[in-house]
């Protein structure tokens, strides 16, 4: 266009902003447009929330396409509020009513959704051909998963959609969705998992269905009381009515708002998601800013409205982060919620809650540190749409990995607490909440409701693939690991990859083979512990105490004062390192690459005094303070 040629003329900052706002508004509505995902599916929802009976009324229409070979008579859906309609549930019986420290109220406050009707179009009501199914432990009073035998099957390639009416009762908020009531009284609302939600259909050659299998096979798992979610791409057009003085935050761009006087009636669009999330209340405190092409929107309480700026500026520092190192960000909006206890720290497509609490320290980057963490989640749950439900770590994991490159990048060694003269990092935070757990010997590839407890499914989720990646990290540079990271965001954006398609990721940009290091620490359980053993005249013996190797550099001082470095692969029991002179003292990885070694205490030892290695005393004092700083702060 001639009229977006640069001019030297006073006019020509104008016509410059004119074109882009084109431009802008253009890519912008192209972006909805071009599908960038398979778009398997789509919905149409219209809901009304009823704030006095905490319920929801709604009808949609969802659409399913076929992308396996061969027909399909059934559909699976999920229904994950039924999660809370009794303590009979799987969801209650795991968790004993209780989830992250939030216990439900009990039958007053539970939750349920029931089908009023479901149809194809202008068909006969189908509820006779629904039936619930328990793939996961045949709970007979779980009715979380559905399945709905169709009077005629879908040929592939082929879309069926489905009429829906629903009601829903919302809990009490206690696990991540429901109603609670703010300081001012007033009900809040997060609206998560809430509709009638299609599982996912695993055609011949997705993930783990081998690509001569006959047939695709559908994975919808129940809800558990620690798993996640799995989810196709798709669109959605959302409309949520509300009573007049409610302000909404939801899942994409809001397209239009009317009020016929006593309600308002918000719908919003999203395209290449694989869920839809909102939240309600009278209460929020709106923050606007804008950052490229994403405008940021934080929502937050107003007993908590001197930090609305934090929000924004720590989601600005994740956008930036990554951008930078793993890739853009797809999508134009970002929702920053200040949920209420139960709902914070959860992650929904642009949409994510953060946690806060009246009168956050500065020195206490808890805030930050949750924002950056859940904003991780648009890429490694949200664009990489992993399976929770068995692979939790390829989210949660590589997630935690992030959070702390990001903060310990833009915040320093203070990046978690910064009290004056003891700054604590959240890297260093991480690691010490793996070694120190007695849950770190959990295998990390395990289906999520099989780990033996809450603390082995948090720590082989979260902090330990953390740490393994931070290993990982050691070994190839951290270049190649910026690399790995965006070439498998890149790679698999909108798609379902397993932990082999990110093994496979690895080894290629590494240029050679690391098996051998993901079978031992995501495969097994195997330990890492290196000490050194004794040192006697002129040799040191040195011992790997877990069922675990990885390479370690070793410092030795001689008699003399000189410095010698050694290298071992670390797959020996016992080493021996023998030297010309009498060896003063030894320290194993004194660079600290092995970030898998269990108790680096035990990792140095003296025979005479000497600066470099005189503190193995004062290091465990610190350690020690280190750990009930963080326990106090809150962080564990």
Known sequence: MRGCVPLHKPQSTMKKAICLLFFGLLSISLRAQVPQSERVVSYHIKVRLDPERKTLIGTQTMTWRNTGPTPVQALQFHLYLNAFRDAKSTFMRESGGEHRGFKTGGKDTWGRIDLINIRQTNGPDLRSRLYFIR?????????TVAALSLPEAVAPGKTVSLEVQFQAKLPRI??????????????????AQWFPKFGVYEPPGRRYVPTNAPTGRWNTHQFHSNSEFYADFGSYKVEMTVPNGYLIGATGRETTRTSDGNQTTFVYEAHDVHDFAWTASRSFREFTTTWKHVKIRALVQEVHAAQGQRHLDAAITALSYFDRWYGTYPYDTLTLVDALSGANGMEYPTLITCGTSYGMPTWSRFLEAVTIHEFGHQFWYGLVASNEFEESWLDEGINSYTEHKIMDAAYGSGSALDLPGFPLSDGVLQRLSFTLDRANRCVVVT???KFTSDDAFRTCSYSKPGTILAA????????TMQNLLRTYASRWRYKHPTTHDFMAVAEEVAGRPLGWFFQQYLFSAATNDYAVGDIRGKTVWLQNLGDGHFPQNIRFVLENGEIVWRYWEGRDQW???????????????????NRLDLDRLNNQKTIAPDDHFSGPLKRRLLLWIQQWIALAAGIF
Request: hydrophobic share 40%; aromatic share 16%.
């Open 135 to 143: 793939p996961d432990d045949g709970n007979p009073n779980d009715f």
């Open 174 to 191: 206690f696990a991540r969705t429901g109603w609670a009531t703010d300081e001012a009284g007033h009900p809040f609302f997060m609206v």
């Open 447 to 449: 289906d999520t409701w």
């Open 472 to 479: 990982l990290e050691a070994l190839l540079g951290t270049r």
């Open 575 to 593: 080493k021996a390192f023998s030297f010309p002179k009498n060896i003063r003292a030894v320290h194993i990885d004194p660079l600290f690459q």
